[in-house]
């Protein structure tokens, strides 16, 4: 199997951790330089670039948050002036502003390298033809897979998200080698052709890469069965780059971090300590080779671990665990980053008040649904129901524009939802 980056993806350890020492003070410098956050975070802390002399001085640095970069919206975090930045994405905030990221020309130079690095290891060849089924758009996952397959040399056939009539017609007629999804729309067109009568193992479809959401073993034995392929999952971070900072190899055991271009750290998400090699916690990443949008220290928010063991394939790299969950509130649903903060704000922003509510996610066969209860308050009581449908409505609208998903909205009687110690229970996770 074709490791496209030998020179990095198999470099010795000790000379991989001198190159990222000497890319991690030339992003220091850059960032302290360009950034007026960094460079006031790291005065505020006596801190200038040069102090940082070894790998294990990173831990003098503070954390870089999602708040840190909502405070900074949308542009106060790129270390380029906006004339060098060629692309623009954005993920989702905690409230209805996402996070803007930037590229410069470098920066999708090697994005396409490093996406082209898992796909490679995933075993995609220039002969492959490759349907993305990603939402192009602001999401990062379609344009990353796309630059990934172009560098390779195989061919795009960019589908986009939906119409899964098209979808698994184009898989049949195309003859697409390779799916691109998120693993549960992966079982979405699964049910589809069992609906249709239509045998997976008929298509020419040899391998799937899914990413964007988490995932199961159980889930990607059922996948490869019901699809006749190999399943291959991917990590990525639209703050940190998008997909492209870690991908499975033929081993399957776990996914091998980049590290030549990202640092990754295992923190206590209560105390923000740097554990030992082997401990879950959150995944912490500084970007080594960004020009446009460098992280110091990003908490990605997501429980895994490392394992720094010798991997058969013969990369170096470190394996990242599939992950164990978040350590904030965030919630993945049909592959979308939702944030109950940013229920609660549409709520507000057209009742103008904070009723109870509480999200309820429930996996409908394939397909998450989000259902939003709203205890009724004295106020809304008042309307007619002509009027409180109309706020319904108006809520779902602006949850679908904000969030990026349907939600069904259902007013429910006051003091009727679980409670614990007083308070409304926020989320049921059903799945
Ligand atoms: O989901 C980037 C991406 C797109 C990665 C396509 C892979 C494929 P965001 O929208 O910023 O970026 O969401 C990032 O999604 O913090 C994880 O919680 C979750 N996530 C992404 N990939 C995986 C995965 C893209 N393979 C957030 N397994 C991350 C588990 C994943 N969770």
Not at 185 to 198: K, P, S, T, W
Not at 264 to 284: M, Y
Not at 317 to 327: I, N
Request: with cysteine; aromatic share 8%.
């Amino acid at each position: 199997m074709k490791i496209w980056d030998p020179l990095h993806e198999c470099m010795p350890r000790e000379d991989l951790e001198q190159l990222q020492l000497e890319k991690l003070q030339a992003t220091l410098n850059r960032v302290h330089k360009n950034v007026t956050y960094y460079r006031k975070t790291f005065t505020e802390l006596d801190i200038i670039p040069e102090d940082i002399q070894s790998l294990s001085d990173l831990t003098r640095l503070p954390f870089t948050t999602k708040n840190d970069l909502r405070l900074n919206y949308p542009y106060g975090m790129f270390a380029v002036p906006l004339r060098e930045v060629v692309r623009i994405h954005s993920s989702s905030g905690t409230t209805s502003k996402p996070i803007v990221v930037g590229y410069s020309k470098n920066d999708i130079r090697a994005w396409s390298n490093l996406v082209a690095r898992f796909m490679s290891a995933a075993g995609v060849t220039r002969d492959d033809l490759v349907q993305i089924a990603f939402l192009y758009g602001l999401y990062t996952g379609a344009f990353g897979l796309h630059y990934g397959t172009e560098a390779i040399g195989a061919s795009v056939i960019p589908m986009s998200t939906g119409n899964t009539e098209k979808q698994v017609m184009i898989l049949q007629d195309y003859r697409a080698t390779v799916l691109v999804c998120t693993p549960s729309y992966a079982v979405a067109l699964a049910d589809y052709m069992e609906r249709h009568g239509i045998d997976a193992k008929g298509l020419t479809l040899r391998v799937g890469l899914f990413g964007g959401e988490p995932w199961s073993e159980k889930l990607r034995a059922e996948i490869e069965d019901r699809l006749a392929i190999t399943a291959m999952d991917n990590y990525g971070v639209s703050e940190v780059m998008g997909p492209g900072i870690a991908g499975e190899c033929q081993c399957k055991n776990g996914m091998h971090i980049f590290e030549d271009a990202f640092l990754p750290e295992i923190i206590d998400p209560k105390t923000g300590a740097v554990l030992p090699p082997g401990s879950v916690g959150e995944l912490v990443l500084t970007t080594l080779a960004k020009e446009a949008f460098p992280m110091i220290r990003y908490r990605t928010g997501d429980l895994t671990s490392l394992d720094y063991g010798p991997c058969p394939c013969g990369r170096t790299m470190v394996r990242m665990k599939k992950t164990m969950g978040r350590s904030d509130d965030m919630l993945i649903i049909k592959g979308v980053n939702v944030f109950p903060s940013q229920i609660e704000e549409v709520i507000f922003t057209i009742s103008q008040e904070r009723p109870p509510h509480q999200l309820v996610v429930s996996r409908r066969g394939a397909m998450d649904t989000l259902e939003v209860l709203i205890e009724v308050t004295e106020k809304f009581f008042a309307l007619d129901f002509q009027e409180q449908l109309a706020v319904l409505n108006l809520m779902k609208k602006r949850i679908r524009s904000v969030v990026g998903i349907d939600a069904t909205l259902r007013l429910v009687e006051p003091k009727s939802l679980p409670r614990s110690a007083g308070t409304v229970i926020r989320v049921a996770d059903n799945r």
